[in-house]
């Protein structure tokens, strides 16, 4: 139905037959009224509120070209850290495959035999990654962003044992006669069958393990006829300065969101938060103001969240107003 | 400047040289109406900037792909709608956002003392007016008259046809001129005065303008 309201949409677009055009003449004038109003439409229209604002519009590019550097930055050092990746799993192979051509057939058969014992793989994550791994033993390793982890082809029949820097979930198959360790730089995790979260990161000043079902033995390297026994729900924190460790009762769900891709957490520390920030998105924090470090938060974020959309969130979300200034991939976060 | 061959060029140069002062004309043609439009649905100037600059990342990150992309501008509005939509689902934290979710406001900028053509009372009414509309006839209202998107244009980036945007328009335009009539003489002959004075103002600088 051809209305005058639609015929004078139609005007105000620029495309307007000759038969509407007439038809909304002769609307005009019918009534002052008419014209009255169709002449004030016509400027509220055409007042399109386009005086730009062009300071805005240059700032904010600026702040994009800072976006790209950034983003720039960021691909490259990945992509380092998986070239290097590869290039590691290459000399591996190449040895591995030369080892076996100069010794021949038998002598390979012989070395293999003996090699069970000791031939170990490595798995690197990058920041901004994550990994996962089944082992001979049927067990299932997910490692969160820059983690580490070593871990023998086949398990001799003693013991299965593993060593973890970073962070990484545990789902063991049960073996009640070989048990299953994880050796970190300070502790040590001994379990029979269990699912349970170790977070030991080298530049952290605690290691954290906690127990979602089943039972652990934590003992520290340094005196490991001292073991602590966990229970589902605990979590043991040890302080790798003052070789400390306590036992607290946890919400083991905040313990297991990485595996998700979701970034979870309550009543954090910054200076906490900030550290998983940094290796989620391979940035670098500090803090202007050492005050800051201390305020605690709660909340949650996907991974593949922009940082800036979680910086913006932090700066509003927050009692103590803070500000951020970015350059290529360095932070910097001070109080308002 | 907003035509399709220049548009097309300064495209070209980003996709095929990598040109950065292209790229920046692009960014600064378009950067206030498609804030503008961001805006509408979000209602938070960081929000609305960071979204813009997602699309704009996006397109400078993807430019060898460039000339595979038909309309240009048609592809900026329908990814910031599409940035600005993800912004909204995550805020609700919910799944997904159409539409039918967005709440617009339609808001008349201040002007300056020489150009305002309404006085405060009535650009207020009219503000009014527009907001008891259906949020997605305010949107397409906003897009016509604000960010002067052709109906096709709009049809394209919200995929939703032509013929409901003429309607959405129409229905905007009949609660205008139901407002407009009820305002009272006095101020009407105050607005014939300025349109006057505007109109002649507007005559003799037509020739700078073209």
Not at chain 2, 194 to 206: A, G, N, P, Y
Request: charge should be neutral.
């Amino acid at each position: 139905m051809e209305t005058i309201w639609s015929i004078i949409g139609r005007k105000l677009e620029g495309d307007i037959s000759p038969e509407e055009e007439q038809a909304l003449n002769e609307w005009i004038n019918i009534s002052t009224t008419n014209k009255q109003v169709y002449f004030q439409i016509k400027e509220l229209w055409y007042h399109k509120q386009d005086q730009t604002n062009n300071s805005q519009a240059i700032a904010a590019y600026d702040k994009l070209i800072n976006r790209i550097k950034f983003a720039e930055v960021a691909q490259s050092q990945t992509r380092v850290q998986q070239i290097s990746f590869r290039i590691n799993q290459f000399v591996k192979y190449a040895a591995i495959l030369f080892f076996i051509l100069s010794f021949g057939y038998l002598s390979y058969y012989f070395i293999d035999a003996e090699s069970t014992n000791n031939e170990f793989c490595t798995i690197s994550v990058p920041k901004g990654n994550k990994s996962e791994v089944i082992l001979s033993d049927g067990s299932k390793i997910w490692l969160n962003n820059n983690s580490k982890l070593v871990y023998p082809k086949k398990f001799n029949a003693k013991e299965r044992r593993i060593e973890l820097i970073g962070e990484a979930y545990f789902e063991i198959e049960k073996n009640e006669k070989v048990p299953f360790i994880v050796q970190t730089s300070d502790i040590s995790i001994k379990v029979m069958g269990t699912k349970f979260n170790v977070s030991a990161y080298a530049n952290d000043k605690f290691i954290e393990a906690t127990l979602i079902s089943g039972k652990v033995m934590v003992q520290s390297n340094d005196n490991p006829e001292i073991e602590t026994v966990l229970k589902p729900g605990e979590s043991l924190t040890f302080d790798k300065v003052n070789n400390q460790s306590a036992v607290n009762d946890v919400d083991t769900e905040f313990y297991t969101y990485w595996m998700k891709g979701e970034f979870v957490f309550k009543d954090e520390r910054f200076e906490i938060l900030a550290k998983r920030i940094e290796r989620i998105y391979n940035v670098e924090i500090t803090f202007e103001d050492e005050a800051l470090k201390d305020k605690t938060y709660t909340g949650d974020f996907k991974v593949d969240d922009n940082i800036y959309t979680i910086l913006e969130i932090f700066k509003r979300s927050t009692k103590v107003p803070i500000d951020y200034t970015t350059d290529r991939n360095k932070i910097t976060i001070r109080r308002k | 400047m907003d035509n399709s061959q220049h548009i097309e060029l300064l495209s070209k140069k980003i996709s095929q040289n990598s040109d950065q002062q292209a790229f920046k004309e692009l960014y600064l043609v378009y950067f206030d109406r498609l804030y503008k439009f961001a805006f509408s649905i979000l209602h938070s100037s960081e929000f609305a900037e960071e979204a813009v600059n997602d699309v704009f990342l996006n397109i400078w990150q993807k430019r060898s792909s460039l000339k595979n992309i038909e309309s240009l501008k048609n592809y900026l509005f329908i990814s910031t709608k599409n940035t600005s939509f993800n912004y909204l689902s995550k805020f609700r934290k919910e799944r997904n956002t159409t539409l039918d979710d967005v709440l617009v406001r339609f808001e008349i900028d201040e002007l300056t003392p020489e150009t305002a053509f309404f006085t405060a009372e009535i650009r207020k009414e009219i503000e009014q007016a527009i907001n008891q509309l259906p949020p997605k006839t305010k949107l397409v209202f906003q897009m016509a008259k604000v960010e002067g998107l052709k109906y096709k244009e709009i049809a394209q980036i919200l995929d939703i046809s032509v013929n409901t945007i003429d309607n959405h328009i129409a229905t905007a335009i009949k609660k205008l001129c139901v407002t407009l009539k009820n305002i009272s003489p006095e101020e009407i002959n105050l607005i014939l005065f300025q349109l006057f004075t505007k109109l002649r103002k507007k005559t003799s600088t037509i020739g700078q303008n073209n």
